[in-house]
């Protein structure tokens, strides 16, 4: 067993403007953490410390959720008509995303600026104004202060000083982007433009299918994982295991080592993809690439195929899967297309919210192969749930183990990306190497 000697750490606090109002928003540049922790210099060993240590959890959010990063929360079509919400979240912190009478979006932090008290208290809905129930102070659905009860007092006693501004009250606002139906947040100062923070890669991929036809909103799904949510974008990049513990997936030739495949983390690292070419033909295909996988159910049928045979809807023919770090997950596999929202709870808790959505102008059989499907990845399916388990019982064992090095050698132990195979952790030391550089560690 080796590792470093566990240093305590201390936390430097988050800076606050006056009045308590408005958090400063950190650049990406981690804060004056002290010592975590040894990590050697390579990219192919990774401390089981960081799973567990709370100081690094915190210093995440800041780097990561609260800096210059462009963050996933929702679907235009999840706000539909003037005047309506939905709760979402920035990290550990939530806001609300609202359209407005003029059907501008915003996204605010749910957090009255009197005390503290959320002002948004359901997942969804209507509403001109946001009304904090402690003592009504009114937001407009852009953050502003509208008013608050006895600001003059009554009968000539009490209220609130004669210079008390309400425009310096307002709620936390976010920077705001809507690309393609996707609504897109940041409480950095200067984050880059969208297109740049996503690169030509991904922006190619997410503008293949989110290319601006309405979309419609079909369904949710939420889980929570027992576990770090570095697992979980673990998991994403981790192909090895796809072919291996999905049986499903490689029974009915969905995924599996030899499907015709291409990944890369681009960006230094920062997001991830995976795009390969499904055919019916691989399915029945038995050569090297699964004489090993000692579970594949050769000859397996189901009473209802229509699940593992999607219609072709693009020209390409490609099922493409990609990560825009840190807040999400795009599946557009086969005819399911879902938003997976990453939404850490705290070090050894995280939330998967999944959106499941089509177009607007779907056939209802279209509509109904994408429901369908849907349960094939969604929490109680075939793949998140064995995802789900073996990420809650590795936080476990690592929780008890926080000294211990993990290899990442499959592969080899550089990074050669983008990668046509599967059997390799490249796009996880890559991960690494890029949480590294960010993280100052
Ligand atoms: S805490 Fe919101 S009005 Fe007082
Ligand atoms: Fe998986």
Wanted: glycine content about 8%; some cysteine; hydrophobic content about 35%.
């Amino acid at each position: 067993m080796r590792g470093g000697q566990l240093l305590a750490a201390s936390l430097v606090p988050t800076p606050y403007l006056t009045r308590g109002m408005i958090m400063t928003n950190v650049d990406t540049k981690p804060s004056n953490y002290s010592t975590f922790p040894s990590w050697p210099e390579n990219n192919h060993e990774i401390p089981t410390w960081i799973y567990s240590n709370e100081q690094l959890f915190d210093r995440e959010m800041e780097v990561f959720f609260g800096g210059n990063t462009w963050n996933y929360v929702g679907l235009e079509c999840e706000v539909p008509e003037p005047n309506s919400f939905k709760r979402s979240w920035i990290g550990t912190t939530q806001v609300v995303v609202t359209r407005d009478a003029g059907n501008q979006i915003h996204v605010v932090e749910n957090r009255c600026t009197h005390r503290g008290t959320p002002v948004c208290w359901k997942q969804r809905g209507d509403a001109s104004s946001l009304v904090c129930p402690y003592h009504q102070w009114t937001f407009g659905l852009d953050g502003k202060l509208l008013g608050l009860p006895f600001i003059r007092g009554a009968f000539g006693k009490g209220g609130m000083p004669k210079d008390f501004d309400k425009s310096s009250h307002g709620l936390r606002a976010a920077k705001v982007v809507v690309r393609g139906g996707g609504i897109w947040a940041s409480f950095g100062e200067s984050p880059p433009p969208l297109e740049d923070y996503f690169g030509p890669e991904i922006l190619s991929l997410y503008d293949r299918f989110l290319n601006g036809r309405p979309l419609k909103l079909l369904g949710y799904s939420r889980q929570i994982l027992p576990n770090n949510w570095k697992l979980y974008h673990e998991n994403l990049r981790d192909l090895y295991h796809a072919a291996i513990l999905h049986t499903f997936l490689v029974t009915y030739g969905l995924y599996r080592a030899d499907v015709e495949h291409l990944n890369d983390t681009p960006e230094n690292g920062r997001h991830e993809y995976g795009k390969s070419i499904f055919s019916k033909k691989t399915r029945d295909q038995v050569n090297e690439a699964v004489h090993e996988m000692t579970l594949r159910r050769e000859g397996q049928i189901l009473n209802e195929m229509s699940m593992v045979e999607p219609e072709i809807e693009f020209d390409d023919g490609l099922t493409s899967n990609f990560n825009v770090f840190p807040s999400v997950h795009i599946q557009q596999h086969g005819n399911i297309f879902s938003m997976r929202h990453i939404i850490p709870k705290d070090v050894r808790s995280m939330e998967l919210a999944w959106t499941q959505f089509g177009y607007a102008d779907d056939s209802s059989e279209l509509e109904m192969a994408r429901l369908k499907q849907a349960n094939l990845v969604g929490p109680a399916g075939y793949i998140s749930a064995e995802d789900g388990e073996v990420l809650a019982l590795i936080q476990t064992n690592v929780e008890r183990h926080p000294d211990v090095l993990q290899p990442l050698e499959m592969g080899g132990r550089d990074i050669n990306l983008p990668s046509d195979n599967m059997l390799n952790e490249d796009l996880l030391r890559s991960f690494y190497r890029f949480y590294r550089r960010e993280m100052g560690l």
